[in-house]
């Protein structure tokens, strides 16, 4: 049985930081295409970061980027998302996903992952101004 289990969310300050995790059990990330999305209420789901576990090739919303970082760690089993410099917008439910890279490419990876991918339950960020 796959299982994304997402971490590390909470309540912080705007300028503040925090580490999401995404770990993956009945499921191996390597060689395969991770995304980060969030929703805010009343938002769509947008996706913020993605990253081929495979080669570490990453991919970045123009919102987040030079604030956020993906990175994985194979061995782990775990994909991270480091949000840096956080502010009151960036507050959502935060979801991992993941798929064979076949549904990241050629065209638009969020598509592809909505349709295809596993999902974890989300973890809740909430920045405060």
């Known amino acids: 049985q796959v299982q994304l289990v997402e971490s590390g969310g909470g309540s912080v300050q705007a300028g503040g930081s925090l580490r999401l995790s995404c770990a993956a059990s009945?499921?191996?990330?390597?060689?395969?295409?991770v995304g980060w999305f969030r929703q805010a209420p009343g938002k769509e789901r947008e996706g913020v970061a993605r990253?081929?576990?495979?080669?570490?090739?990453?991919y970045y919303a123009d919102s987040v980027k030079g604030r956020f970082t993906i990175s994985r760690d194979n061995a782990k089993n775990t994909v991270y998302l480091q949000m840096n410099s956080l502010k009151p917008e960036d507050t959502a439910m935060y979801y991992c996903a993941s798929a064979r890279v076949v549904y990241c490419s050629g065209g638009s990876w969020t598509t592809g992952l909505l349709g295809a991918g596993y999902w974890g339950q989300g973890t809740q960020v909430t920045v405060s101004s």
């Open positions: 990253i081929y576990t495979g080669s570490g090739v990453t």
């Open positions: 009945g499921y191996t990330f390597s060689s395969n295409c």
